[in-house]
């Protein structure tokens, strides 16, 4: 099992440039979402969906596109980046439902803003 | 408002020592609480999770943590600490009522076990 998978691990961009991480689950989850981790912060939710074609605003949205048009892959964007998007991003998946509620992360992206 | 709250940034035990990392939260109806831990350059891993029943949950790798709803706090426990156990830890309610998903993170407590 793949699990979840992003890409890529490491990104060195530059004020303004645009960007897209990759996310990718192969347990059929239901509920996909995109994490910021920052020192001292913990972890904030950017974005998540419900289900294909279904995505709404977490804590901190501004700055970011994302879309789900299957099931399995929920990218998101970056539209000019900025310094402060500095971070280590993480995607994570599950299904819905309280008793089977186990988020599923990747091993994150690491971006760097200039 | 939705909260959680990890007191202690830094927690430091000897190893073979009891442990204690602690979280209190607050949520509007029942409370989903979940531990999840961060191990170096890695992404987070499920530990734990209270959802109803017994006050006392049982984990991954030997943890376990204590739901007390009087005192709105979910602190999670280890008998004997490894030096393995060395991690970052945080809780984390489930928000949005039972067919969503959205954890809310704490901010984390660095566990250091010595050997």
């Known amino acids: 099992n793949a699990g979840v998978t992003q890409t890529p691990k490491f990104q060195v961009l530059k004020t303004g440039q645009s960007m897209t991480l990759q996310c990718a689950q192969d347990?059929?989850?239901?509920?996909m979402s995109w994490y910021r981790q920052d020192p001292g912060m913990g972890l904030r939710l950017i974005h998540y969906?419900?289900?294909?074609?279904?995505?709404d605003q977490g804590e901190v949205p501004n700055g970011y596109n994302v879309s789900r048009s299957t099931t399995e892959d929920f990218p998101l964007r970056l539209l000019s980046a900025a310094p402060s998007q500095t971070s280590v991003y993480f995607c994570?998946?599950?299904?819905?439902?309280?008793?089977?509620?186990?988020?599923?992360f990747g091993a994150g992206t690491r971006l760097s803003v200039l | 408002a939705q909260s959680v709250a990890q007191p202690e940034d830094q927690v430091n035990v000897a190893e073979g020592n009891p442990l204690t990392v602690k979280c209190t939260y607050s949520?509007?109806?029942?409370?989903?609480l979940f531990w999840y831990v961060q191990y170096p350059n890695r992404g987070l891993q499920f530990l734990l999770k209270?959802?109803?029943?017994?006050?006392l949950v049982k984990g991954s790798y030997g943890f376990e943590a204590e739901f007390n709803k009087s005192q709105t706090s979910f602190h999670l426990k280890k008998p004997s600490a490894l030096v393995s156990d060395s991690a970052l830890y945080f809780c984390?309610?489930?928000?949005?009522?039972?067919?969503?998903?959205?954890?809310?993170f704490g901010r984390g407590t660095q566990l250091t076990v010595w050997p």
């Open positions: 209270y959802i109803t029943g017994d006050n």
């Open positions: 949520v509007s109806g029942n409370p989903y």
């Open positions: 347990m059929n989850h239901e509920y």
């Open positions: 969906s419900v289900g294909a074609g279904i995505t």
């Open positions: 994570a998946s599950s299904y819905l439902g309280i008793a089977i509620n186990i988020q599923y």
């Open positions: 984390a309610p489930l928000l949005g009522g039972s067919t969503l998903g959205r954890l809310y």
